[in-house]
């Protein structure tokens, strides 16, 4: 298997922190399929880099504020906040592309439901959607396993360092 291709990509499940929660996904132009904000990770990036770039390419949010900051490990390390799914993704050849794979870092991140405003572009086909609109939706069974599985969870309650310090 040497000579198998490998891309690294990385990618954002964005999911409202609302009641019903709600994702937001995309319409993937070339594949007629709903899918989560990603893409392939360029060369001066990171995989949290590159979901926090993607995101705002695709849909025009700024996911950043929602995700946990590198942190500074010594004068050569910085620490990368991990993502919620490491997937390996077949990817069937087409076109001039080959048969290869994706190394795909997704983030999941919680956050108010917004109005989106892509990049020029970019898909035009965005929605916020419920659980029980996911199975009548074309996408792939993985992101709708891990969508599902990440609206069953209850969000954490967001506190500040303030609000820790005033309960000790």
């Excluded at 490998?6 to 994702?23: N, Q, R």
């Excluded at 990171?46 to 979901?51: I, S, T």
């Excluded at 001039?96 to 983030?107: G, K, L, S």
């Excluded at 990049?119 to 009548?136: H, K, M, T, V, Y």
Aim: net charge negative.
């Amino acid at each position: 298997m040497s000579n198998v291709i490998k891309h690294h990509t990385a990618g954002v499940f964005i999911l409202s922190d609302g009641t019903p929660g709600k994702v937001l996904l995309q319409l993937h132009k070339k594949l007629g399929k709903w899918m989560q904000q990603g893409g392939h990770i360029e060369s001066w990036e990171n995989p949290l880099e590159a979901a926090i770039r993607e995101a705002k390419e695709e849909v025009g949010l700024d996911i950043a504020p929602y995700l946990p900051a590198p942190s500074r490990l010594d004068e050569v390390a910085e620490e990368i906040p991990l993502p919620g799914y490491i997937l390996e993704e077949h990817i069937a050849a087409h076109g001039a592309e080959p048969d290869h794979y994706h190394i795909d870092a997704n983030y999941v991140v919680r956050m108010p439901e917004q109005v989106c405003n892509p990049a020029s572009g970019e898909s035009r086909q965005l929605g916020w959607f419920s659980e029980d609109e996911l199975d009548d939706l074309p996408m792939f069974d993985n992101s709708r396993i891990i969508i599902k599985r990440e609206l069953a969870k209850k969000p954490a309650t967001l506190t500040t360092i303030a609000d820790q310090e005033d309960h000790k």
